[in-house]
């Protein structure tokens, strides 16, 4: 047998997707230390960070079948690759690493789509806001209020790795952290100046930044693991808009504005933070058809493996932006995306992690969700089909043997035909009519009730 150093090992290991790692662990101790080690899942993590594999975008699905879960299958299109994910994607989200945080209404889920956990803390009572200055706030075109009008983030501690939700309340003043290893919140030192609440944060290598265009422009951030505030300067200039967004950009800090040209054309400046800050891509998007007047954001979503700019606008398509040719061309349709997708293995361990439910059938999804995209969004329309054929793929064989034993149950000999009953049925009779009503409930209720009629 050939001896495989541990380097070597591990090396190779990095480079298979989750599902084999998952079977691997069943071979050694040693390879279940490997792959359960945080080393390790930090190293798989900066791997498809580098770029080398295929980069995926993670996507709501708009679905009310309960937990959040992952789609069996993605869609391509122009080697780009779109994960879903089954969920209200009416409720704004946070996402960190492959990780997604859904606040709803007295709870927070933070999910991870890949094994399928899910951790649920209860918010409490939210405050009452006396003034309600946030009637007075916009977040733009792509506004996130969550529920009690809170300002929220969603990071990662880049010390100990641990994973926190941070949520700030201004009138009255309420600030306070929550550590998902631990589950319990903690108050947090005030920040230095209030941000909007509507706006979206994004969490940069340990710390969330938020943004307030309302207030005079300026950025604030939070360090996870001292979990103290910080002014960030601006740049200088940067032209600002009720639209201008805070992103995690192949981790880096960026600010995405949608503004018009001197000659009235739209154009998408992103700006990155690199030590100080710098205009690096202006994208012009003359060639999409914007009218004159219409209202529409942009915001880069990640890189791909070429090298191009994928970004998306509040009407929910994405695009792909080529540097070298300098052209601009969609990709998908009718998209709500949530963040760039990594497959990230980390398991929690608090115990009010919840146990990866087993996939449920969603019909729902499938006539509803086709219904409501219509003739205009071409990729999800493709996928509606794919599932419905593999729904009826799957379940015809087992409604026609229903059928032909039900009607060996109701027939007689001078029913069906001159000859009695058809001669591939005559071997039924060496079984009793209880025996055949017991296969006929049992093929009839796994085709309308087994959670695998659709694997979803």
Known sequence: MMYVSPDVLELILLRLPPKSLGRFKTVSKQWRSILESN??????????????????????????????SLRAKGSFRGGEEIVYLHCDSTRPSMSCDGLVCIPEPGWINVLNPLTGQRLRFASGPDPLNRQSSYLFTDGGAFSAYFPGHWAMGFGKDKVNGSYKVVRMFFDPNRYEVLD???????????????????????CVNGSIYWSDIWRGCR??????????????????DMRFTVDTQIVNLEDHLALATTLRNSDGELELEIWIMDGAWSKTYSISLACIGIKPFQQMAFRP??????????????????????????????????????????????RFENQQVEPPRTRVTCLFNVWVGFAAHGVSSS??????????????????????????????MFSSDDTLSCAGKPIFLHWLDCFGDDFIKVMVTILLWKFFFSNTILDC
């Open 39 to 68: 080393w390790f899942l930090e190293m798989h993590l900066s791997f498809q960070k580098s770029g080398k594999p295929r980069r995926k975008i993670l996507a709501a699905d708009h679905c009310n079948c309960g937990a959040p």
């Open 180 to 202: 998902v290893n631990i589950g319990e919140w903690r108050k947090l030192s005030p920040p230095p100046y209030e941000v909007e609440a509507g706006r979206r944060s994004a």
């Open 219 to 236: 950025l604030l951030s939070l360090d996870l693991h001292t979990e103290e505030f910080h002014r960030v300067p601006l740049p200088t």
């Open 301 to 346: 979503v990640t890189v791909s493996k070429q090298g191009d700019i994928l970004i998306c606008n509040n009407k929910k398509s994405v695009f792909r932006y080529c540097q070298i040719t300098n052209t601009i061309s969609q990709i998908f349709a009718c998209t709500c995306i949530v963040s760039p997708y990594l497959e990230n293995m980390v």
């Open 379 to 408: 990729q999800p329309r493709v996928d509606k089909f794919h599932y419905l054929g593999v729904l009826l793929r799957r379940r015809l064989r087992m409604f026609l043997l229903a059928a032909l034993l039900m009607c060996y």
